[in-house]
């Protein structure tokens, strides 16, 4: 019995840094460049429909410059 023991206790430790090695790193950093939010948004239709409107009323207005 006596002689078990050392190489159980050597065999625990051993698996203990076993599994300590195995588990897993998260590192959180910053990122190196900033963050940029692109908000390239589309307002084609609602200009083409305020001029087409404008253009309308500009017409009825002033039909000899047209």
């Not at 006596?2 to 590192?27: A, D, E, Y």
């Not at 939010?37 to 404008?54: H, M, P, T």
């Amino acid at each position: 019995m006596n002689s078990i023991r050392p190489l159980l206790s050597g065999f625990m430790v051993t698996v203990l840094l076993g599994i300590g090695g195995c588990s897993p790193t998260v590192k959180v950093e910053a990122p190196s460049e900033p963050i940029t939010i692109n908000l390239n948004i589309k307002l084609d239709a609602d200009v083409r429909l305020k001029l087409e409107k404008s253009a309308d009323s500009d017409i009825t207005e002033n039909p000899e410059v047209f």
